[in-house]
């Protein structure tokens, strides 16, 4: 399958480069049901949980097809973009995104970083956007699987702000961090008494 999409992305990104853009979309049209069995069309359109469904069950398998269907949504959202169709191109990097990280154990192994990379891309071009509220819930998880301690706690207080659910999950993360070195924490960009502070801050909103 990684074949497949590797050879699909050459061609594509070979279209990209040379502006040849609705022949690239043609790629992502062919691509997407030769390696998934289904339309670009409906990857776009099923829900990540109907997604899971169509795609199969098997965990390893699933993971790998989760995050082909983002590569083909991700490089159609980038011709959209270079095509200056800006709502479309946010509406498919969104998508792609929230396939990203529908599953985020494997990327604890980092063996790859593809995946990271794919991730961080499409977090960047979403920055200007406002993210619904579920997606930042995996993205405080994938920030924190990542050691990105201080862009895990800027979104943990994105999410409370609208969500005064999320504060007990809130809470909990802060007290995972409070068990880690002080190394670590530095390397997060998130020093142990800033932690602190937030864990108090949190704690005080959830008593109010």
């Known amino acids: 399958m990684f074949q497949m999409l590797g050879q699909a992305l050459s061609r594509i990104v070979f279209f990209k480069e040379t502006k040849g853009y609705a022949q690239a979309l043609v790629e992502i049209d062919k691509a ?22 169509v795609l199969g069950s098997d965990p390893a398998l699933l993971h790998s097809k989760l995050y082909a269907a ?10 959209l973009e270079l095509q200056e169709e800006s709502d479309g191109s946010a509406r498919l990097y969104m998508k792609s995104l929230v396939l990203f990280v529908e599953d985020l154990s494997p990327l604890k192994d980092r063996e790859d970083d593809r995946e990271i990379k794919s991730i961080d891309f499409a977090i960047e071009k979403l920055k200007e956007y406002e993210l619904p509220v579920e997606l930042k819930h995996r993205l405080v998880l994938y920030f924190e699987i990542m050691g990105r301690y201080d862009q895990a706690e800027n979104t943990v207080f994105e999410i409370v702000d609208d969500d005064r659910g999320y504060l007990k999950e809130g809470i909990s993360f802060c ?33 109010d």
């Not at 997407?32 to 469904?53: F, K, N, T």
């Not at 983002?70 to 011709?79: F, Y």
Request: charged share 35%; glycine share 6%; hydrophobic share 40%.
């Open 70 to 79: 983002g590569v083909l949504l991700k490089e159609k959202a980038e011709i």
């Open 175 to 207: 007290e995972r961090l409070l068990l880690k070195s002080d190394s670590e924490l530095e390397s997060g960009r998130l020093p142990r008494n800033e932690v602190e502070e937030s864990l108090a801050v949190l704690q005080k909103r959830s008593a």
């Open 32 to 53: 997407a049901p030769a390696i998934l069995g289904l339309s670009v069309d409906m990857i776009e359109r099923i829900p990540v949980s109907g997604l899971r469904d």
